[in-house]
């Protein structure tokens, strides 16, 4: 008996030997979680309705792609570089003045302390993107506002985009005057932008240049329809607007109303294809996820077009860590 026990300790050491190789072996062949291994992107965004547009769908888009995304805000509806400063500025020289804090009862010092921030995005009001002047100081001022108090935060353009080609009205381009077109509203907001990221050394999420080449691209580009009777519009009918990217004409209260500045689904979609190349520097042509109402071939062209467009000046976009 004495003989026998050792043996049988030995044969039960090593039935659990042979259970735990298992086990190891089971785990490693088994499917992990998308999000395994992968660090979590902290963004944080200062803007107003076109960063809302743009971001609309990137949280679909990162966790079909397996990325980790949380997302700050800081936005008011048609806010510029000038009214988020000046409401950072209203909170620091009193942090009771209410207009300091803007953002639901909460400042921006409040909101960008709630947490460690990777990335934080500013842009220009719509309306004013086109006129570098606008810019100054206050893009400045909130980038050294930003990185006071996250200084290993990257801090990028949100690079705006044009109205639609049949808007009523451009952005300014100078004092007293505004662009004549969607292309020169396009031209002045894009050099504006690149003037100043270069000012301050930071890199530029360009969506303002996917918008323009898909309005620019042969069998893709939006139209406006002429033939549709806008004297005498009847509801339901609206105009053509196949392959827009911007709300368009829509009827609202028996009355035929148009938005030519935001964007549909298909516009915000191809803002979160943007900012997915950017931020993960990964192509989303092999994602699936479309949102309703956009059609699945030009969703499709949109996918390829924001990856194209983040590749092509790849130096200028590229993100780096704690700009």
Known sequence: ????????????????????????????????????????????MIGNSFSQNASKFLPELSKEGGHELIIGRAELGGSSLQRHWEHAEA?????????GKPYTGKSLKMLLSEGQWDVVTIQQ????????DTYRPYARKLYEYVKKLQPRATVVFHQTWA????????????????????????????????????ELGIAIIPNGDAFWKMNTTANWAYHPDHAFDFTHPQS???????????????????????????????????????????LFNESPVKLTFCPDGVDKDFAK????????????????????RGK
Request: proline fraction near 4%; glycine fraction near 6%; charge should be positive.
């Open 1 to 44: 008996m004495r003989i026998l026990r050792p043996i049988g300790q030995q044969r039960v050491c090593l039935l659990l030997l042979l259970c735990f190789i298992r086990v190891i072996a089971f785990s490693q062949s088994t499917p992990t979680a998308v999000n395994s291994g992968k660090q979590p992107i902290h963004l944080f």
């Open 236 to 278: 339901p009918a609206l105009p053509n607007q196949t392959h827009s990217l911007h709300m368009g004409y829509r009827w609202d209260n028996g009355k035929l109303a148009f938005d030519s500045h935001h964007a549909n689904n298909a516009g915000c979609y191809l803002g979160g294809l943007v900012w997915y190349s950017f």
């Open 163 to 198: 109205y639609r080609s049949d808007s009523k009205d451009f952005s300014q381009i100078a004092s007293g005057d505004s662009a004549k077109s969607a292309e020169q509203m396009w031209e002045k907001s894009r050099a504006a932008y690149h003037t100043i990221a270069d």
């Open 91 to 99: 909170a620091e020289r009193n942090p009771d003045d209410p207009k």
């Open 125 to 132: 009001a719509s309306i004013l993107s086109g006129n570098v």
């Open 301 to 320: 062209q949109l996918r390829k077009t924001a990856w194209s467009v983040v590749k092509k000046e790849e130096t200028k976009y590229r993100l780096v």
